[in-house]
């Protein structure tokens, strides 16, 4: 069961929701960046409440940083989106990563980030900056070619500075990332000499591991998630 924790960002309060596996640690953990359906907050969004459980249930203690606390929550989300810095959302998914290596049920040496939707986005972002992640996972994560922020680079700008595998999943019927942003993605990857895994899925679009969206007509795809799930387990599994 998830419960949820306050973190120090710069002077700032941000929620973070955290769930541990059943035994004794230390454990391998993650930092789940968070996905963008969730920006009205963290509790009673079930996508993510059966994310970090599931990770607990296969052993990872888990924390997901609420990345919108810098903004009102009924604000419009686009709104929000238009007004975020990589820089602010590195530095919340870092005070996660903090808050992971100092907790004694961890073990500092097996840590890796996780993201779905903006969430691959902004993991692919934060390897980028931290070469001590041990996997970086990013599922339909868009907009990774432009930098948010004046001066930023983009999450893809970053991708030779990444010290991790990664692994990339992807509906084919998406268009954002389309399959065209996949290829661009996975040249990044070869170029910079990463260990990668991509797995691509027709007929699924964005969100088809999402079971809880409630979106007409309903994204999700059993099948292609439960494979794509299976292959993201067996990845995190050989790196941590």
């Not at 955290?18 to 968070?34: D, N, Q, S, W």
């Not at 929550?73 to 996660?96: C, N, P, S, T, V």
């Not at 992640?133 to 868009?142: D, E, F, N, R």
Request: glycine share 10%.
């Amino acid at each position: 069961m998830y419960e949820m924790i306050s973190l120090d960002v710069a002077g700032k309060a941000m929620p973070a929701m955290i769930c541990e596996p059943e035994g004794e640690g230390p454990h391998p953990a993650l930092v789940l960046a968070m996905h963008m359906p969730a920006h009205m907050g963290l509790e009673g969004d079930q996508f993510t409440e059966n994310l970090i459980q599931r990770f607990a249930d296969n052993g990872y203690l888990s924390i997901v940083p609420f990345i919108f606390h810098r903004f009102p929550l009924e604000m419009d989300r686009m709104e929000k989106l238009a007004g975020f810095d990589d820089q602010e959302i590195h530095a919340d998914q870092e005070a996660a990563y903090q808050w992971l290596i100092d907790n004694e049920n961890v073990d500092s040496n097996r840590v890796g980030i996780v993201g779905h939707c903006l969430g691959g986005r902004n993991a692919w972002l934060s390897a980028g900056y931290n070469p001590n992640y041990q996997v970086c996972a990013s599922m339909w994560g868009g907009r990774k070619n432009t930098g948010w922020g004046d001066g930023n680079p983009s999450p893809l700008d970053l991708t030779a500075q990444i010290n991790c595998p990664v692994i990339g999943i992807y509906g084919n019927d998406d268009g954002n990332p389309s399959p065209a942003d996949a290829d661009t993605e996975e040249q990044a990857l070869i170029t910079a000499g990463i260990d990668y895994e991509f797995h691509r899925y027709d007929g699924a679009g964005h969100a088809f591991m999402n079971p809880t969206s409630g979106r007409d007509p309903d994204p999700y795809r059993h099948e292609a998630s439960e494979d794509s799930w299976n292959k993201q387990l067996a990845f995190l599994a050989r790196h941590l």
